[in-house]
């Protein structure tokens, strides 16, 4: 893995929460990029805790994923906690 951010531990489980919710919606990285306008190798990079991510790009993923900015960093809701 690469840079280790201050907060790593919450954006590998926010990478974690978007890939659960994305493939229970059956939306692969390609279409979430079509949908956001996110370049899908930063969608992978977000995914993966390889970058600090904005809160302007965690809204427009929840919104994309039809889902609320709270309901998206809704951790305890993660399969493997």
Do not use: C, H, W
């Amino acid at each position: 893995m690469g840079k280790q951010y201050r907060d790593q531990e919450y954006l590998v489980k926010l990478g974690k929460r978007i890939i659960e919710i994305r493939e229970a919606k059956n939306i692969t990285q390609e279409k979430l990029q079509e949908l956001t306008g996110l370049d899908t190798r930063q969608i992978g990079r977000i995914e993966r805790a390889e970058t600090n991510v904005s809160i302007s790009s965690v809204k427009l993923i929840a919104d994309n994923l039809k889902i609320s900015v709270p309901e998206l960093l809704d951790f305890s809701k993660l399969a493997d906690k």
